[in-house]
Structure formats: C-alpha cells, structure tokens
C-alpha cells in the first residue's frame, strides 16, 4: 500500500527531513511510526498526502508512483486516504454531522445521500447522539473521536495519523488506538504516527522507528 | 484511484469511483479524474450551490456594518458613471426635442419687389414641409434692430436701411438632418433669396458636448469597474485568509480548488449585487433630489421636459455588471490567494 524507495527529503536551509529511507506496508498491515520529534515523522506523512515531494527516491502508494500525479489528480487521490490530526482540525463553524459529512460532500455526494453513512461513522465511533451538537461543545477526546469518524466516513483503504493521542490522557489514549486497531481488522490499512513508546509498544504491532530523518529501526513484534 | 474491493453510491452511475484494474497508466487515471470532476449529478450541484449560496450570504450578514460598509464602496463606483450615462441620455433627449423646432431664416434681395416677396410667401404656405412662416420686412427690421441695439443714431448716420428682409420657416416637425438640409437648398436658390441659414449650430454643439460625455462616462466607468474588482477582491483575499485552516482541512480530505474557491465566488457575487442595488438607490436618491429643479427650468423655458430616470435596461445592465464584477474579482483573488494555501510541492 505504501512503498518507499530510498526517498531523502531536504528542506531549504539543509534541515534533513528523511534521509534515505525505505520501507514497505503491505495492503491491510497495521503500523506505528515513532520517533522523537524532529525525527521525521510528520515529513514522511506529508510525502504520502502529497503536502511536499521528496528531494529523491520514490514514493508507491496504492500501486501509483506520487511522482507522477498531476497537480489538479492530489485532490483525487487523497480521497483514498483517511487523515486523522493531532489536534483534530474539525471545522466549528459547523455541526458534528457537518465536519463529518465534509469528505462525502466534497466527493460529490448531496447532505441528504450521506446522512446514512455519517450516522453509521459516528455510530462506530460512539457519538451517534451529538451529531447536532458543535465540536466546540465536546470534550477532547470526543473532538478526536469526530475527527477519526470524518477520516473513515468514506471509507478509505488506507488510514494516516499524526500523532493522534498527542493531547489526549492514558486511558482516552488507549480507546483511540483500539479504533485504529477495529478499522485494520475490517481490511483497512493504517499507519498511526506517535511519539508515545510506552502506548506504541503495548500495542505489538509493527513499528518503525525514525531519528533524526533515519530509519533506524523495522520491528515485527507479532 | 486506489483498488477498491467494493463501490458504495446510491446511484453508483454518476459518482463512479474509477475501477483499479483499467486506471494502471497515467493518462487513463487523468481521464477518469476528469470524468470525476465533471461527474456530479444535477442533485448534487443544485443542494451544493444553494447551499454554499445561502451559507456565503450568512457570512456577510454576520459583520452588518463592514458588509455595509463594502457595498457602500461599490455602490457609489457604480452610481457615479450610471448618473453621467443619464445626464448624458437626458442632454441627447432635449437636443432630440428641440431638433425637431429649427428655422431657416432666408436674407431677400432689398431690391425685391413686394409681390414677388408675396411669391415666396406662398410657396412657402404651400410647401408640405413648412410648418410656419414669418415675414420680417426691413423697417420692421430695423426697428426692432434700434429697439434692441440703441444703434439708433448709427443706422440715421447711414442715411438709408442696411438690412434686408427676411422670411422665417419653421419646418415640419420629425424631419431628419439631410431632409433639413434638401430644404434649405431648395430655397437657397430661389429668386431673390441672397442666403439661407438653418438655425442648427447650437444642437451641433450639444452633439458634440454629449459625445464628449459619453466619451468620459466611458473611460470612467472603466476606471471605476476596476476599482469595484479591486475592492471586491481584496474583501474576498481577506476572507481566504481568515479561512486559511478551514480551507487547509478541506484540501486534505479531498476538495478540490473549485470545492475551495465555490463560497468565496458567491460572496463575490453577492458583494457585487449588493453595490448595484445600493448604487440604484443612490441614482434615486440624486434624482429626486434633482427632479424639482430640472422641471422649473423647463418651464422657464417654455419646455414640457421631463428627465428621464433609470429604465429597465440600466437597472439590468447595473445588476449584471455588479454579479459580473463581483464573480470576476473573487475568482481574481482566489486563483492567487487558496492556491498557496497548505504547502505545495
């Protein structure tokens, strides 16, 4: 699902954001991603949503070489990925079932023809009952919840987070990355960006471990 | 664009995602990127846009006084050159009115007998294309011209009349300039007419005094249409940037820079809208302001005038220029501004 080749990214300024990095992660594999930060966790998700290209090397994802993606296809192509944020960057200026409904409008779909698949997203999520509500009204770990239900509402092969539990306590912590681990367990890829080892490693999946723009380390731990 | 095991559409014809195994080489994953671009259904684009319509319109509302204060800007940018194009409508009509009124005034031969001068008279009575006639003779003239001019002891000094008789024709009225024209040529070269002048120069004047108008109506509305577009689209970069983080998340998920750039042309829209009524209102406004006056100096002039207000036409053509203007400065301003929003590679 997600390849990468050899792929350095240099900021201008000579800041290394990656540094000859490969990796693979197969179509259905879940992983982590760790690092202190300034390791190169935020650049490499960046280079898979196509928010800046690499210096060298090349990037597969979904089989499609980024490279070759024409500037008006990214918005095309980042309908197939799920993008859940740190600090959850929902929308206040409208309703839960908005910010959620945001993808499925985008991709062509009328506020009623969603309805449907945002109650079944906030369902699985565990809000169904504040969708009319504003995110402003929720508490942090519910505005993160909004935000993972937004990711997967149009039901994307593939999952990216950054840093997701970043502001969050233990135990909410955990809940998220549970719903990270039910979405890998119905086919959908995921790679979960998280400087938090201690969580990381509770959770033995496969993780991957940046510093300072290396990949210093691939482990299976299943 | 990515392989899907399934496709999950109520209506799966239009919104087709593209199907993995045909989209391997670039040019047929464009294609289908393209067909998805174009692909929504007429549901779809009519909820989007009055959505985003009224949603626009929300956001304008939400800050009265600047939204007010913006119109106001394009209002009097519109109001200014649409009260000249009507001065300069109004001008032409009174040149129209008094066009129909000109005179031929023809100079006899002093040696004219009086029945020849009785001729002409009758011709002149009946010639179709004259309306009225009136016969100066040359005492009548002159003592008019010594009531008039106290050049009394000047014409005595002469010792004899210096000024000829004239005949006054008014023609029909509705002829047009050549047909005045014929006219004073048909009498130019009768017997014992010496000249012939058609009383015509001071309409000319005006022609070209409303030529000129309309001349510097036009370069004025060029300049202020591209201060409307100016305002307009800096309002609009204003908003783009106060929106930074909204219009960040939307192009993350997926939006594309028309999804993006959607509102912000409505606001335009609405902005530009807003001034062309606002501008009517302040034509209005000077109108009636104006009425008054204009009609008290027709009557000093024995004229039945009345000014024109804005018709149909100009009250159209200000509320498509306002939509025009105002859709072309938010695009103007979008295409710069959302697109280096997020960074780009």
Not at chain 2, 12 to 34: C, H, I, N, V, Y
Request: aromatic share 8%.
């Amino acid at each position: 699902m997600i390849r990468f080749d050899n792929v350095t990214k240099r900021y201008p300024g000579g800041h290394v954001g990656l540094e000859q990095t490969s990796f693979h992660l197969h179509r259905g594999e879940i992983a982590f991603l760790t690092g202190h930060s300034g390791a190169g966790k935020s650049t490499l998700l960046k280079l898979i949503m196509l928010m800046e290209q690499p210096t060298s090397g090349s990037i597969w994802v979904g089989g499609h070489d980024t490279s070759k993606l024409k500037r008006g296809q990214i918005p095309y192509f980042r309908r197939n990925i799920g993008l859940v944020f740190q600090d959850h960057q929902l929308l206040f200026d409208r309703s839960v079932f908005d910010n959620v409904a945001l993808p499925l409008i985008i991709a062509g779909n009328t506020h009623h023809e969603c309805a449907g698949r945002v109650r079944a997203a906030l369902d699985i999520v565990g809000l169904l009952d504040k969708e009319k509500m504003n995110p402003a009204q929720l508490s942090g770990g519910q505005q993160q919840r909004v935000g993972l239900a937004r990711a997967v509402v149009n039901r994307p092969p593939l999952i990216l987070a950054d840093e997701p539990t970043g502001n969050l306590d233990p135990n909410l912590s955990a809940e998220i990355m549970q719903l990270f681990e039910s979405f890998n367990q119905v086919g959908v890829t995921v790679l979960v960006a998280s400087h938090d080892l201690a969580l990381v490693a509770r959770m033995r999946h496969r993780i991957l471990t940046l510093d300072q723009g290396h990949l210093v380390n691939d482990q299976e731990v299943r | 664009m990515f392989p899907r095991k399934s496709v999950r559409n109520k209506d799966g014809s239009q919104k087709k995602r593209s199907e993995p195994t045909a989209a391997k080489d670039a040019e047929a994953e464009r294609g289908a990127a393209r067909k998805k671009a174009t692909g929504f259904s007429m549901a779809y684009l009519k909820s989007l846009h009055r959505q985003v319509a009224v949603d626009s319109l929300r956001r304008i509302f939400k800050t009265p006084f600047a939204s007010f204060l913006n119109c106001l800007m394009i209002a009097v940018a519109f109001a200014l050159p649409a009260i000249l194009v009507l001065l300069s409508n109004n001008l032409q009509s009174l040149g129209h009115e008094w066009e129909g009124q000109p005179r031929i005034s023809l100079y006899l031969d002093n040696k004219l007998e009086r029945d020849e001068v009785n001729r002409l008279k009758v011709e002149a009575r009946d010639d179709p294309d004259i309306d009225q006639f009136l016969y100066i003779s040359p005492d009548e003239g002159l003592s008019d011209f010594q009531e008039r001019a106290r050049m009394k002891g000047v014409i005595d000094a002469l010792g004899f009349n210096p000024l000829p008789g004239v005949l006054e024709l008014t023609p029909r009225n509705g002829l047009s300039a050549e047909q005045l024209n014929e006219l004073l040529r048909k009498y130019r070269v009768k017997e014992g007419v010496m000249e012939a002048l058609l009383d015509q120069e001071w309409i000319k004047r005006l022609e070209s005094m409303t030529q000129l108008l309309e001349r510097f109506t036009l370069i004025l509305s060029v300049l202020l249409g591209i201060i409307v577009l100016l305002t307009i689209g800096n309002t609009v970069r204003l908003s783009v940037e106060s929106r930074r983080a909204e219009i960040k998340v939307i192009k993350l998920v997926g939006g594309t820079d028309g999804f993006v750039t959607l509102p912000f042309l409505y606001m335009g829209m609405w902005y530009g809208l807003g001034g062309a009524l606002l501008a009517l209102l302040i034509i209005l406004g000077v109108l009636a302001g104006l009425v008054s006056e204009v009609l008290e100096l027709a009557a000093l002039y024995g004229s039945s005038y009345t000014p024109q207000g804005p018709g149909f036409s100009m009250f159209f053509s200000l509320l498509a220029s306002g939509i025009f203007l105002g859709v072309a400065g938010a695009a103007l301003s979008c295409y710069r501004h959302v697109r280096t929003i997020e960074e780009r590679p």
